[in-house]
T-cell receptor
Framework: EPEVTQTPSHQVTQMGQEVILRCVPI?????FYWYRQILGQKVEFLVS????????KSEIFDDQFSVERPDGSNFTLKIRSTKLEDSAMYFC????????????FGPGTRLTVL | AQKVTQAQTEISVVEKEDVTLDCVYE???????LFWYKQPPSGELVFLIR??????QNEISGRYSWNFQKSTSSFNFTITASQVVDSAVYFC??????????????FGQGTELSVKP
């Protein structure tokens, strides 16, 4: 069964460093998303991406964040200068269509900023 | 404003008990979708069900059932004869159609269900 994959599973970084979180969505999916979940809290939307551009982004997704689909398979989230409060689980998701279809989530990358 | 409220933070039951997880939503939209996701201790998010706003028919899938009531803006989830493997955090989520360019999901706070043997 096709699934969304994410690497690494855990990333530890120093404050101020850049990190890139990687995702491989399900191959025939067209819509891609990043969410984050601070420990013990709800899942929060960061950004949606379709047709090689951002469809929507949340207030959390400030200038420190960027997304890219550099080739036909990977979908990346970059945080340019990490802050302590960026520590969270980051989930990638993909769906065939936008609002009408369920989103399939990857296993997540736990980011720890020291 | 769009919002999902799961008032029950934690629920603890004994195996074989029935349990209902509540979800109340607010939306500006007349067309929207509601979802339930399960997050087991391993951390991944597992899709359980999607329901659109025009379909108020209740759904049953094995031990799981969902009750959608538009009049009270609720989409409750019942597990019948709970099992230890049902222990997880359950999230209700909303996706608006008209006011939602990119299909984002708005999640509730989640309900942590603990099923004890």
């Amino acid at each position: 069964e096709p699934e969304v994959t994410q690497t690494p599973s855990h990333q530890v970084t120093q404050m101020g460093q850049e990190v890139i979180l990687r995702c491989v969505p399900i191959s025939n999916h067209l819509y891609f998303y990043w969410y984050r979940q601070i420990l013990g809290q709800k899942v929060e939307f960061l950004v949606s991406f379709y047709n090689n551009e951002i469809s929507e982004k949340s207030e959390i997704f400030d200038d420190q964040f960027s997304v890219e689909r550099p080739d036909g398979s990977n979908f990346t989230l970059k945080i340019r200068s990490t802050k302590l409060e960026d520590s969270a689980m980051y989930f990638c998701a993909s769906s065939v269509a936008s609002v009408y279809n369920e989103q399939f989530f990857g296993p997540g990358t736990r980011l720890t900023v020291l | 404003a769009q919002k999902v409220t799961q008032a029950q933070t934690e629920i603890s039951v004994v195996e074989k008990e029935d349990v209902t997880l509540d979800c109340v939503y607010e939306t500006r939209d007349t067309t929207y979708y509601l979802f339930w996701y399960k997050q087991p201790p391993s951390g991944e998010l597992v899709f359980l069900i999607r329901r659109n706003s025009f379909d108020e028919q209740n759904e049953i899938s094995g031990r799981y059932s969902w009750n959608f009531q538009k009049s009270t803006s609720s989409f409750n989830f019942t597990i019948t004869a709970s099992q230890v493997v049902d222990s997880a955090v359950y999230f209700c989520a909303l996706s608006e159609v008209f006011y939602n360019q990119g299909g984002k999901l708005i999640f509730g706070q989640g309900t942590e269900l603990s099923v004890k043997p």
